[in-house]
């Protein structure tokens, strides 16, 4: 079983649509979870990092659930630039602590459309 | 520009040629990071530096990649006698201590033909 797993998608949607990606991880003692946005051929870049509490920023909602060890992001109001692959990260956390590692999910690739 | 820069950003090379790779990191950072990622992949872990010291490597870092950082600023990634599967990005970033969420350089691209 892959440390976190995303359904890779393609996610193909229309301009203005909402759209979630989904995300488990199978450490339960990490400690630091991020949505990564990378372009193609690009490096990733970090889009946000997710709270227990949940985040916002502009259109893009995460949240996270501990308890099930799950991870999601929304986006609302799709835009064309919004078409790129989303990486569901978590960091690498053991008994000697935070390795500063960080694990990546497969990419969830989202193609919004006119 | 102060970020993270890795040299060269594509590199083309025959099968069994040795390829080496550098990455300059934010200057006051301390940990160095190395990853490699494959077409439909996400980015896999390869190796680690606080300052000059190696801390972890990789089940993926066989014995024909070796990756230095010998005075706790720039690290070169070489690996020898390549292999048409060694052919991805390979992306290298930098942080202070064990915080995360860090940015990654633009990568460097190894095809190997």
């Known amino acids: 079983r892959k440390e976190v797993e995303q359904d890779p998608g393609p996610f193909n949607v229309p301009e203005g649509a909402t759209v979630a990606f989904n995300c488990t991880y199978s450490?339960?003692?990490?400690?630091?979870f991020f949505w990564y946005r990378q372009d193609c051929r690009k490096e990733p870049k970090l889009l946000m990092s997710?709270?227990?509490s949940g985040n916002e920023d502009g259109r893009f909602t995460a949240q996270l659930n501990r308890a099930s060890q799950y991870i999601s992001l929304l986006i609302r109001d799709s835009k064309l630039s919004d078409s790129a692959t989303y990486l569901c990260?978590?960091?690498?956390?053991?008994?000697?602590?935070?390795?500063?590692?960080?694990?990546f999910g497969q990419g969830t690739t989202l193609q919004v459309k006119p | 520009d102060t970020g993270v820069s890795q040299d060269p950003r594509h590199k083309i090379t025959k099968r069994g040629q040795n390829v080496t790779f550098r990455c300059d990191p934010i200057?006051?950072?301390?940990?160095l990071y190395w990853y490699r990622q494959t077409l439909g992949q996400g980015p896999e872990f390869l190796t680690y530096?606080?300052?000059?010291?190696?801390?972890?490597k990789s089940r993926l870092l066989s014995n024909r990649f070796s990756a230095e950082r010998p005075k706790g600023s720039f690290s070169t990634l070489e690996i020898q006698r390549t292999e048409q599967g060694d052919s991805a990005m390979y992306l290298c970033?930098?942080?202070?201590?064990?915080?995360?969420?860090?940015?990654f350089g633009s990568g460097t691209r190894l095809t190997v033909v």
């Open positions: 970033a930098s942080s202070f201590g064990g915080q995360v969420g860090y940015t």
């Open positions: 450490n339960s003692a990490s400690q630091s």
């Open positions: 997710v709270y227990s």
């Open positions: 990260v978590v960091n690498d956390f053991r008994g000697s602590g935070n390795t500063g590692k960080l694990i």
């Open positions: 200057s006051e950072h301390n940990r």
């Open positions: 530096f606080q300052n000059e010291a190696q801390l972890e």
